[in-house]
């Protein structure tokens, strides 16, 4: 099967993810994923439309020829050393570059949830340990080595609301959503423990002082999903009652 020029697949062939990538960028020493397609290796959380495009995002450093090949967006882009990684056998951009190039074609709160997903960890206290896949001083490096790129104002927006751990993109939704409606932004990463001191309950979200836990409940809850959406999101509403028969007030205390 040819998939493009020069690029043959064997058709029951089971590549999958940077796998079946991998052709594109050994046709020669100069093309890397980028973009989308470099979200898609990373696994970055995308928006339903920007998610949805399976075309490969080939970038060639400026000076080199412009990719052009059947089911290829092509880009010529400036690189500095550290922002091309292999990842897989593949040559692509890495992460904190990779969610720099998403802020031309994501809203500010999709890059936050994409940015979240990057820098999320949790340690070993949690029932999954995780490792962030950068830091949020890698994006905020990124952001200060390109200040002229397309989407940087988005990124400088969305950098200041990106947070350590948050697991999914529902989870970022829900606390910008609070966050946007004037209610204390609630903190992540918080873990509650029994009387042993051994660590019990994770909660995506709690407000300690108020003694609030929130959890959101995934695509496996019929209907959760709608909680939030719209301009008034259920969950906005939920939580400030929460809040207010604990005794919280609007101006803070």
Not at 88 to 109: E, I, Y
Not at 127 to 149: Q, Y
Not at 178 to 190: F, K, Q, T
């Amino acid at each position: 099967m040819t998939v493009s020029r020069g690029i043959r697949m064997p058709v029951h062939c089971g590549a999958a993810g940077a796998a079946a990538l991998r052709a594109y960028t050994e046709l020669d020493d100069t093309s890397i994923l980028t973009s989308l397609s470099a979200a898609h290796v990373w696994g970055v959380p995308l928006p339903p439309g920007p998610g949805g495009d399976w075309r490969i995002h080939l970038a060639r450093r400026r000076g080199f020829s412009f990719p052009r090949r059947s089911n290829v967006v092509g880009h010529l882009l400036s690189f500095l050393p550290d922002e091309v990684r292999e990842y897989d056998g593949v040559r692509v951009t890495s992460p904190a570059r990779t969610w720099l190039d998403l802020a031309s074609v994501l809203a500010v709160q999709d890059l936050v949830a994409a940015g979240d997903y990057l820098v999320c960890s949790h340690g070993p206290g949690f029932p999954r340990p995780r490792e962030a896949l950068c830091g949020l001083d890698a994006l905020r490096d990124v952001i200060s080595r390109h200040g002229g790129m397309r989407g940087i104002k988005t990124a400088r927006e969305a950098i200041e609301l990106v947070r350590v751990g948050a697991d999914s993109a529902p989870e970022t939704h829900m606390r910008l959503a609070l966050i946007d409606a004037g209610l204390p932004e609630p903190v992540l990463n918080h873990v509650l423990f029994d009387q042993g001191g051994i660590p019990s309950l994770w909660p995506d979200a709690a407000y300690p002082q108020w003694g609030i836990a929130l959890q959101y409940d995934g695509g496996h809850h019929a209907g959760e999903e709608q909680h939030l959406e719209g301009d008034r999101p259920a969950v906005v509403r939920k939580v400030r009652e929460a809040l207010q028969s604990r005794g919280w007030t609007r101006d803070g205390r």
